[in-house]
């Protein structure tokens, strides 16, 4: 069992929006702005999306957006592409035992 | 550009210790702004972390793991590794190199991944 919680699926058409959505506790979502997001195709590495809630790596789509509220992290894919077909982690740092603790994973499928 | 490179037998016995090792090229090991970890992906599921070392030699380890894992660092090398100990079917999987960010535990850069596969 993940210490994040993430929808399993979630899908689209092209040129909507979705939203996923990453709950966790007070001891890492809620109480830290530390929320990582990967987007991995199948039999690639994953890619970081979003680091530090809401900031973007250079070189990624500003149709890749991220915010919290409280113990839950969202990641926003706007302007939906066939290539954004893929699993979606999110990750947080936290203060348990594990320093870093990962959600179970969502696929998003385009329609 | 960064470069992580997984390297290591991608088949290991029951009860025996894998042993992988990461490579990091187009930057130093010994930046204080990073730590090295190691996820795994077992076949059809999702990432687990496994442990984090900086290049002083500091450690953190998934509890779960804990008792089988060591990761170690050589800087001369650049060069960081890990080995799993009394490995089971359940510890298939493609393993990771990756670098984090100090504090945030944001994963920018990643290995390509190598399959691990425990069967006799």
């Known amino acids: 069992q993940s210490a994040l919680t993430q929808p399993a699926s979630v899908s689209g058409s092209p040129g909507q929006s979705i939203t996923i959505s990453c709950t966790g506790t007070s001891s890492d979502v809620g109480g830290y702005n530390y929320v990582s997001w990967y987007q991995q195709h199948p039999g690639k590495a994953p890619k970081l999306m979003i680091y530090d809630v809401s900031n973007r790596p250079s070189g990624v789509s500003n149709r890749f957006s991220g915010s919290k509220s409280g113990n839950t992290a969202s990641l926003t894919i706007s302007g939906l592409q066939a290539e954004d077909e893929a699993d979606y982690y999110c990750?947080?740092?936290?203060?348990?035992?594990?320093?870093?603790?990962f959600g179970g994973g969502t696929k998003l499928t385009v329609l | 550009q960064l470069q992580l490179q997984e390297s290591g037998p991608g088949l290991v016995k029951p009860s025996e210790t894998l042993s992988l090792t990461c490579t990091v090229s187009?930057?130093?090991?010994?930046?204080?702004?990073?730590?090295w970890g190691w996820i795994r992906q077992p076949p059809g599921k999702g990432l687990e972390w496994i442990g984090s070392i900086y290049y002083s030699g500091s450690t953190y380890y998934n509890p779960s793991l804990k008792s089988r894992v060591t990761i170690s660092v050589d800087t001369s090398k650049n060069q960081f590794s890990l080995k799993l100990s009394s490995v089971t079917a359940a510890d298939t999987a493609v393993y990771y190199c990756?670098?984090?960010?100090?504090?945030?535990?944001?994963?920018?850069?990643w290995g390509q991944g190598t399959l691990v596969t425990v069967s006799s």
């Open positions: 990750s947080s740092y936290t203060s348990s035992s594990t320093p870093l603790v």
């Open positions: 990756a670098r984090l960010v100090v504090v945030t535990g944001g994963l920018d850069y």
């Open positions: 187009g930057g130093s090991i010994s930046s204080s702004s990073y730590y």
